[in-house]
């Protein structure tokens, strides 16, 4: 198998050796109630799904977007900055409103997993400035570990309500876990499309199609938190993942043509 086929195909090994590893710990789990295994259980669980995703869009092309140490970097330190700046800014809004309302969280969450993201551009734009995939799928990556780490919350959460039911943990974790690749993933991949053309070719046209993308992620966020249901998610998750898709596609065309 060639070097192509095997970066188009690794995020299929991801997904069958991560859903393989987290059944494997789920059923010492039921055998042995072991607790030691939750926390475990839990990281599995929110990372499986979504990091597939992140594999599947820095491999797309047959050649990686973006390398390793950054890509796990904007998980890990893209997804804890996120989390963090979102819950002090959240709290602080609520402390002084009384309450949120649904589109001040999409626009607070948006903006702060854009920070990673600026950071990079900010400092390390010559590296990173020159491919706009390559911008894309920075967002998906911090995205990404901003939805992890929100998972593996509510799913500690859901365990410690329900006094212990893995059962609760395990249906939050395949819930919010399969759903992450067309939420918060998605959004921040959006919004690094627009940031990225952008910072590529400063103009005033591409200034606004940054600040619409940004819009269309805190409206997309804002349908998918405060409306719900089944036809919801559906609708708002195939307009995300389609929308990003598609800017990958353009983006691959465009660094050919480089």
């Known amino acids: 198998m060639s070097v192509f086929a095997v970066r188009k195909w690794a ?15 789920l059923a010492v789990l039921a055998d042995t109630n072991n607790p030691n295994l939750f926390p475990t259980m839990i990281l599995l669980g929110a990372l499986v799904v979504p990091l597939t995703f992140v ?3 820095a ?4 050649r990686w977007l973006i390398d390793g140490p950054t890509l796990g970097g904007c998980l890990l330190f893209g997804g804890v900055v996120g989390v963090v700046v979102a819950g002090l800014l959240e709290y602080d809004a609520m402390r002084r409103l009384g309450t949120l309302p649904m589109l001040g969280v999409g626009l607070i969450e948006e903006a702060a997993k854009l920070v990673v993201p600026a950071i990079l551009v900010v400092f390390f734009g010559h590296r990173y400035r020159s491919s ?33 039911n893995v059962g609760a943990a395990e249906q939050t974790l395949f819930v919010r876990g399969l759903l992450s690749p067309a939420g918060h993933a998605a959004w921040t991949g959006l919004s690094c499309w627009g940031l990225w053309r952008f910072v590529s070719a400063p103009t005033a046209k591409h200034l606004a199609g940054f600040a619409g993308m940004y819009a269309l992620a805190v409206a ?6 405060g409306i719900g249901g089944v036809i919801t998610y559906a609708v708002v998750g195939a307009i995300s993942i389609g929308l990003l898709l598609y800017g990958l596609r353009r983006a691959q065309r465009a660094d050919a043509a480089v």
């Open 55 to 57: 594999t599947f869009a």
């Open 132 to 164: 706009i995939g390559r911008g894309i799928v920075i967002g998906v990556a911090v995205g990404t570990g901003f939805a992890v780490l929100e998972t593996m919350g509510y799913a500690f959460v859901a365990l410690l309500q329900s006094g212990g």
């Open 220 to 225: 997309l966020h804002t349908a998918s938190d």
């Open 11 to 25: 995020w299929l090994g991801t997904l069958l050796i991560g859903a393989a590893l987290y059944f494997a710990v």
């Open 59 to 62: 491999g797309r092309s047959g």
